[in-house]
T-cell receptor, first 115, second 116 residues
C-alpha cells in the first residue's frame, strides 16, 4: 500500500523567507506525485505534478518541488513567501491501479506567513 | 468552464436523516471520485466511478451509497446520517485514456456537512 507523510502539520515563515514543506512517500514502483493547495473554504487546486524523468518540477505561483528517488521525497519549496501563500498544502501519490488512480493524501501542512 | 460543481455548499442534518450530495463536471472526464476531509487526516476516498454505471468502494465506504447517473454526474447518498459523518465532502474528476497516469484530479469546492 502506498502512503504519504508530511512532516510538520504547521509551518510558519516570515514574508520573503524561504518556504520548505516536506513530503515523503512510500511506493514499490515509481509513483505519480502531486502537490495541491487549499485556501479557506475552497477546494483543492493543483500546484504541480511530477513527470517521470524530471527531478525539479515547476508549478504555479512560484512553487517548485524536487523529486529525490533515493530519499523517497518530493519536498515543496518557494524562494520567497508571500502573504497570499498562507493556505494548507497537501502532498498526494496516485495509486498504481491503472484504472482507479485514486489519490492517497498526506495529512496536510498549514502554512502561516507572518508580515 | 465551471469545472466540478458541488451542491449544496453547506448542510446541517439531524441523526438518522438522509440526503444526497450532488456533483457534476463539464470536462468530459470518465473518472469521478468522492472524498471526505477530516482535520489532520487529509482526504480519504469514499467511492470511485470509472464510467457511467460503474462504481467501486474506496477506503471508507460504510454508511454511503453512490450513483453515477451519466458521464457528468456522480452523487453521494447518506441513507441514515450519523455524527461520525460530519465532514467536508469533495468530489473530483480526472481525464483518462492514453498515457494519462499523471493526469491530476480536479476538485469541487466541497460540501460542508454537520450532523447533530
Amino acid at each position: 500500500a502506498q502512503s504519504v507523510t508530511q512532516l510538520g502539520s504547521h509551518v510558519s515563515v516570515s514574508e520573503g523567507a524561504l518556504v520548505l514543506l516536506r513530503c515523503n512517500y512510500s511506493s514499490s514502483v515509481p509513483p505519480y506525485l502531486f502537490w495541491y493547495v487549499q485556501y479557506p473554504n475552497q477546494g483543492l487546486q493543483l500546484l504541480l505534478k511530477y513527470t517521470t524523468g524530471a527531478t525539479l518540477v515547476k508549478g504555479i505561483n512560484g512553487f517548485e518541488a524536487e523529486f529525490k528517488k533515493s530519499e523517497t521525497s518530493f519536498h515543496l519549496t518557494k524562494p520567497s513567501a508571500h502573504m497570499s501563500d498562507a493556505a494548507e498544502y497537501f502532498c498526494a501519490v496516485s495509486s498504481m491501479d491503472t484504472g482507479r488512480r485514486a489519490l492517497t493524501f498526506g495529512s496536510g501542512t498549514r502554512l502561516q506567513v507572518q508580515p | 468552464n465551471a469545472g466540478v460543481t458541488q451542491t449544496p455548499k453547506f448542510q446541517v442534518l439531524k441523526t438518522g436523516q438522509s440526503m444526497t450530495l450532488q456533483c457534476a463536471q463539464d470536462m468530459n472526464h470518465n473518472s469521478m471520485y468522492w472524498y471526505r476531509q477530516d482535520p489532520g487526516m487529509g482526504l480519504r476516498l469514499i467511492y470511485y466511478s470509472a464510467s457511467e454505471g460503474t462504481t467501486d468502494k474506496g477506503e471508507v465506504p460504510n454508511g454511503y451509497n453512490v450513483s453515477r447517473l451519466n458521464k457528468r454526474e456522480f452523487s453521494l447518498r447518506l441513507e441514515s446520517a450519523a455524527p461520525s459523518q460530519t465532514s467536508v465532502y469533495f468530489c473530483a474528476s480526472r481525464k483518462t485514456g492514453g498515457n494519462s497516469g499523471n493526469q491530476p484530479q480536479h476538485f469541487g469546492d466541497g460540501t460542508r456537512l454537520s450532523i447533530l
